[in-house]
């Protein structure tokens, strides 16, 4: 069956509404007795061919039309082809002569020519507005297109400079802050060891006070213990002076009363010389164990202190004379 080509761009609906009139003639002369189309077609298809007659429908069934921008009703020409099919599908039905199928078909045809004829001529017509249309939207579309890049270069230029300016800005910024990060680093770094040589001075100086108050307490204190011991030393050497003298005072004073009741006893027994002589011996004997008891005293006390004067010390006891023995 005949069909029109659905390729290509849907313009129904901005088609132009031109009625075709010999599309309607030919369908009304299409419509007309049989035999009168019998008559044509015999006329016109005499001695064709059973395969010219099968070729020509086949033809006939398989056109098809090109869509224009702006040429006949797409509906029009699809009613009119249905039309057509349907009246070549009746005549085969009802056994019509080859010359009235074939008269149907030059007729139709003729008609298909025409519109066709009238199709390119308006698809040229349409075609050649078109291209100019299409190169005034091409040369407005490249002055649109220019003056985008145009104004996006501008953009971009202008937002390359911004860029570039805040980039700057920015680096200036960080490079006063480095700056002063690096300033305040090395005023706490002087403070830092200004600090510490301070710390360090006035640790010393404790440390020094410390030392020096500790070595003269220290020296106070041996000072003190020297002075101290030396007052003991003299104490102990003046106490033992006096116990000396004491002693020796006593020792003397007792050996000098011994003597004197010796001699006295003597005297009182001279009378009898055995016994005085006797009694003599025996007290000379306890005088002279004394006496030596007395400077073994004396020696200890020597012994115990020996920085004493040499005159302090005390004279040993007069061994007795030969005379009185």
Not at 8 to 20: F, I, L, M, R, Y
Not at 244 to 257: F, K, Q
Not at 289 to 311: I, S, T, W, Y
Request: hydrophobic fraction near 35%.
């Amino acid at each position: 069956m005949a069909r029109s080509d659905g390729q290509g761009n849907d313009t129904g609906s901005a088609t132009e509404t031109q009625s075709p009139q010999a599309a309607e003639k030919g369908t009304a002369e299409l419509a007309a007795p049989a035999h009168k189309e019998q008559d044509r077609m015999a006329r016109r298809f005499g001695a064709a061919s059973r395969a010219e007659r099968d070729r020509i429908i086949s033809q006939a069934r398989e056109i098809k039309f090109p869509v224009g921008l702006r040429g006949y009703d797409r509906a029009h020409v699809d009613r009119y082809v249905e039309q057509v099919n349907r009246l070549i599908a009746e005549l085969e039905i009802s056994s019509s002569p080859e010359s009235a199928v074939r008269h149907a078909l030059d007729e139709v045809s003729d008609e298909t020519r025409d519109l066709l004829q009238r199709a390119h001529q308006t698809a040229d017509d349409i075609l050649a507005r078109a291209r100019a249309r299409a190169d005034d939207s091409v040369a407005q579309a490249e002055r649109e297109a220019e003056r985008m890049r145009e104004l996006a270069e501008r953009e971009s230029r202008r937002i390359a400079e911004a860029a570039a300016h805040e980039s700057q800005k920015l680096l200036e910024g960080a490079q006063r802050e480095a700056a002063d990060v690096r300033e305040a680093a090395a005023r706490d770094a002087t403070e830092l060891r200004e600090s510490a040589k301070r710390d360090a001075t006035e640790w010393r100086e404790t440390a020094t006070r410390d030392t020096t108050e500790m070595r003269q307490s220290a020296e106070r204190d041996a000072a003190e213990m020297r002075e101290s011991a030396e007052r003991d030393t003299k104490e102990a050497r003046a106490r033992a002076q006096r116990e000396t003298d004491e002693l020796r005072a006593s020792a003397s004073h007792e050996a000098h009363e011994m003597l004197e009741a010796a001699e006295t006893r003597a005297r009182e027994l001279a009378l009898n010389a055995e016994t005085i002589w006797r009694e003599r011996r025996r007290l000379l004997e306890d005088v002279q164990g004394v006496g030596q008891q007395l400077v073994a005293m004396g020696e200890a006390e020597l012994k115990r202190f020996p920085h004493l004067p040499d005159g302090a010390r005390a004279a040993p006891a007069p061994a007795p004379s030969s005379a009185d023995s």
